[in-house]
């Protein structure tokens, strides 16, 4: 059952039970009427028998005696056999039923002058035909009332209910994926206010569709970035060192009666070796932080910002003030490694920086870790890029925030605000 049909059964059973007590007080009222009226006829009759004015109670009944009427051994002398008045119809016999009351009736006997016995009996049908007038103006005017009611409410709510309708399906599309869906204009304005902030929510979703498109596009050509650097670093570093070694080493049986020579091809093998270890360092460094399991994270962004000063000039600083670094889990602190080391390359590459500060504050509800440069300055379409996108989505994955922003030295300040983390078991 929908919701105009539920609210119409409430509206008509309402209308139902107050026509139920109305009718009831009605009968009640009907019912009491009735028989003060029979009640205060009695005294007069009475009185008029008394007095043995026989022939003009006679003439009264059907006129003012309206309220009594004659009868002979029990049947009824119509009044239109003593005055020409017609009796009035009676309404059905189960509505007189009804308005029946213990003490309603009683008889009064008189003699006609011509010795006929005569009876007066109270004659209260043109009361109970008034209570049954009545009766029937109130239940056709709750009829009235009632379809009245039922047509207003139901193109009311109707007209109501529709903007809902429309809200759910465009509900629906979004739960579908289609982001597109919006809703226009509506008559009420609190359907207005929720069609409007449906429509905000909508569009905040369709651009983080957008951006998580975009975002996918980008992670899928960093990672085949990433696998061709690591191609020309197999092939046009450590490939030319192996393919050196091979060579020197074929020579070598060549030059057994020249000890120089071979002492000469031994160092460089050994050179050659060390560039290869040193090439396989770097690249298990790009691809996985291990300082971070041995040293912890503080060690590991240390030794970080150590390599980065030596490849690029730029003075590199840890400003924890005594501050202890939490020892968070190797998820966490992976998270965290990376997120600094992309803060600290932008400022390097982009920035044109040439001192940066790695700054670590404990505050009331975690810690806050910020990287400041005294680069270029803030920029804010730097904001859109791939690097501060990937910052804040580290961020995020940690329950924290990631703000950007210009520092007071004119440079940048990229801040991560973290929640108490969990701790590396053991």
Request: charged fraction near 20%.
């Amino acid at each position: 059952m929908n919701a105009v049909s539920r609210i119409l059964l409430m509206i008509n059973v309402a209308f139902a039970i107050a026509l139920t007590v109305s009718m009831v007080a009605l009968l009640e009222q009907g019912r009491e009427d009735v028989l003060r009226e029979q009640q205060a006829m009695r005294p007069v009759v009475e009185a008029l028998i008394e007095s043995g004015k026989t022939r003009e109670i006679l003439t009264l009944v059907g006129g003012s005696l309206r309220h009594m009427r004659l009868q002979e051994n029990g049947q009824d002398i119509p009044a239109s056999d003593l005055d020409g008045t017609e009796t009035h119809d009676l309404p059905p016999g189960w509505f007189v039923q009804w308005l029946d009351h213990p003490d309603r009736g009683y008889s009064l006997s008189l003699t006609e002058s011509g010795g006929r016995s005569l009876t007066l009996v109270p004659d209260d049908s043109d009361e109970i035909a008034e209570v049954w007038d009545s009766a029937r103006q109130l239940f056709w005017l709750f009829i009235g009332s009632a379809l009245v009611s039922n047509l207003a409410i139901f193109f009311g709510v109707r007209a109501g209910i529709r903007p809902l309708e429309q809200i759910l399906a465009a509900l629906e599309q979004v739960q579908h994926g289609d982001f597109q869906a919006r809703l226009g204009r509506y008559g009420i304005p609190e359907v207005n206010a929720i069609a409007s902030h449906f429509n905000d929510m909508a569009s905040e979703l369709e651009k983080s569709e957008r951006e998580n498109q975009h975002l996918t596009q980008t992670l899928m050509q960093v990672q085949e970035q990433e696998r061709a650097a690591l191609a020309r670093e197999l092939h046009d570093g450590l490939g030319q060192q192996v393919t050196g070694i091979r060579a020197q080493g074929y020579l070598i049986p060549y030059q057994q009666d020249n000890p120089d020579q071979l002492a000469t091809i031994s160092e460089q093998i050994v050179t050659a070796c060390d560039a290869i270890d040193q090439g396989f360092r770097r690249i298990i460094h790009n691809l996985y932080p291990v300082q971070l399991e041995q040293l912890g994270l503080r060690a590991a962004v240390s030794d970080m910002m150590a390599g980065l000063e030596v490849r690029t000039g730029v003075a590199c600083q840890i400003a924890d003030n005594d501050c202890e670094w939490p020892e968070w889990s190797l998820d966490s602190a992976t998270q965290i490694y990376r997120l600094l080391q992309e803060a600290l390359n932008n400022a390097v590459r982009h920035a044109d920086a040439t001192h940066v500060v790695v700054t670590l504050k404990e505050v009331p509800l975690g810690y806050q870790i910020s990287v400041e440069d005294n680069g270029q300055g803030f920029q804010t379409q730097t904001q859109t890029g791939f690097g501060i996108r990937s910052m804040k989505e580290r961020c995020r994955a940690l329950g924290g925030k990631l703000v950007v922003s210009p520092n007071t030295a004119g440079g940048v300040e990229v801040r991560a605000c973290l929640p108490k983390l969990e701790r590396k078991e053991g």
